[in-house]
């Protein structure tokens, strides 16, 4: 399998601020999926990036897929405690397979 | 309208019982999905059905058994419990099984505790 290196494990901010987060690897990926888990639930998916350098926006976050084709990060901006969750890349395989990073665990305090 | 419903939600029980996780879904999708979460929160894939046939086994323990009725449902029984097998498991389901980046939509998960 080849991972992938999410960072920081865990981010703890104030309500207003911005964040990023990163997701690594030494390998090359056809594309990339970014998820969110809310305690007590399953992930959900928020994007799926394809092209290198491809960047889509989804209200106040933005996902930027790097031009390798090997990283990917995710920015909020003006942070809310609705954002806190578990927020996941994975990396679809074969068969439906997606292999995941260890994930960020954002924390936004009002 | 709940897409990937699993029960029961929380299942605590002893080493060595045998216990079983259903997961049904309702989006009509033809592919199902078994992860396990544990306790560092790391998500990694079981089991993948595809019409009622299993398509991945992810070097899991044969004391895991999926098993698919109908392409609606996916069970995962369990065993001769060990404590390592506590966990949260995950039921998914997407529309296809192509590197097309399928989305794949997760039930609610079964939180499993064996003392």
């Known amino acids: 399998t080849q991972l992938l290196e999410q960072s920081p494990q865990f981010l703890s901010i104030q309500e207003g601020e911005n964040l990023t987060v990163y997701c690594n690897s030494s390998s090359v990926f056809s594309s990339l999926q970014w998820y969110r888990q809310e305690p007590g639930e399953g992930p959900v998916l928020l994007v799926t990036?394809?092209?290198?350098?491809e960047v889509k926006k989804l209200k106040r976050l933005t996902f930027q897929f790097g031009d390798a084709r090997k990283d990917s990060s995710l920015h909020i901006t003006a942070a809310q405690p609705g954002d806190t969750g578990l927020y996941l890349c994975a990396r679809p395989s074969t068969l439906g397979r997606l292999y995941f990073g260890r994930g960020t665990q954002l924390t936004v305090w009002p | 309208d709940t897409a990937v419903s699993q029960t029961p939600k929380y299942l605590v029980t002893q080493m060595g019982n045998d216990k079983s996780i259903k997961c049904e879904q309702n989006l009509g999708h033809d592919t199902m999905y078994w992860y396990k979460q544990d306790s560092k929160k790391f998500l990694k894939i079981m089991f993948s059905?595809?019409?009622?046939?299993?398509?991945i086994n992810e070097t899991v323990p044969n004391r895991f058994s999926p098993k698919s009725p109908d392409k609606a449902h996916l069970n995962l029984h369990i065993n001769s419990l060990e404590l390592g097998d506590s966990a949260v498991y995950f039921c998914?389901?997407?529309?296809?099984?192509?590197?097309?980046?399928?989305?794949?939509?997760f039930g609610p998960g079964t939180r499993l505790t064996v003392t």
């Open positions: 998914a389901s997407s529309q296809g099984t192509g590197r097309g980046s399928y989305e794949q939509y």
């Open positions: 990036v394809v092209t290198g350098g």
């Open positions: 059905y595809n019409n009622k046939e299993l398509i």
